[in-house]
């Protein structure tokens, strides 16, 4: 791992720097921005004030969007494990119906 470098970050108006590796800077860039705009998104709809609040009820809702995610994923590898058995029975039954292979 790179030795750790200083990146400017600005979320809700303020500028953090914060220090990482080179290889995750693209990262923590992308992941600043993603951050900012659920914070301006709360911010725009009026229903939440306080920095603090803001801050507590993005974090919920990006929470919220990562476990909606992780189901789906956990959804769809446990149908193509499902897939995957039903096509290694498929497999197995028609090669059992195979004759044997004769010796040379």
Request: proline share 10%; net charge positive.
């Given at each position: 791992m790179s030795q750790a470098i200083p990146v400017n970050l600005h979320i809700l108006d303020k500028d953090y720097?914060?220090?990482c590796p080179e290889e995750e800077r693209s990262l923590l860039l992308a992941s600043a921005q993603y951050l900012n705009e659920k914070l301006q998104e709360v911010r725009v709809?009026?229903?939440?004030?306080?920095s603090e609040r803001m801050v507590v009820v993005s974090a919920l809702n990006i929470i919220h969007e990562y476990f909606q995610y992780k189901q789906r994923q956990e959804e769809h590898i446990t149908s193509l494990d499902a897939s995957v058995e039903r096509l290694?029975?498929?497999l197995a039954g028609a090669l059992s119906?195979?004759?044997?292979?004769?010796?040379?």
């Open positions: 720097v914060v220090a709809s009026g229903k939440v004030v306080g290694n029975e498929r119906e195979l004759p044997p292979l004769a010796a040379k």
